[in-house]
């Protein structure tokens, strides 16, 4: 069993900058791969972007490829979503998950984090 824990979340300007980190009790085959997904009032959760705890790089949506950023930290067992030039369509609960493969499908991850909130103001 693998428990995930995200931080990092708060209410920010329009144009701000925030990095959620999300804390992973261990390192598994069953987390492997480790992705965000964010989720708004009255819509369903959607992937942000996944990486794995050997990789440098990482995919994301094309909504926010642009803007956001993943990384790790191995000896952390920490993952990281940096987010910049937040705007109003990036407010929602965003979620940290754990799965075996590369997957953009919620169905396809795992284990779950608590979530943190992000509110963006203009």
């Known amino acids: 069993q693998v428990q995930l824990v995200e931080s990092g979340g708060g209410l920010v300007q329009a144009g701000a900058s925030l990095r959620l980190s999300c804390v992973a009790s261990?390192?598994?085959?069953?987390?492997?791969?480790m992705g965000w997904f964010r989720q708004a009032p009255g819509k369903e959760r959607e992937f942000v972007g996944s990486?794995?705890?050997?990789?440098?790089?990482?995919s994301y949506a094309d909504s926010v490829k642009s803007r956001f950023t993943i990384s790790r930290d191995v000896a952390k067992n920490t993952v990281y979503l940096q987010m910049n030039r937040l705007n109003d369509e990036d407010t929602a609960v965003y979620y940290c998950?754990?799965?075996?493969?590369?997957?953009?499908?919620?169905?396809?991850?795992?284990?779950w984090g608590q979530g943190t909130q992000v509110t963006v103001s203009s």
């Open positions: 998950a754990g799965g075996i493969a590369p997957s953009r499908r919620r169905s396809d991850y795992t284990y």
């Open positions: 990486i794995t705890w050997g990789d440098l790089g990482a």
């Open positions: 261990k390192r598994t085959v069953s987390n492997h791969v």
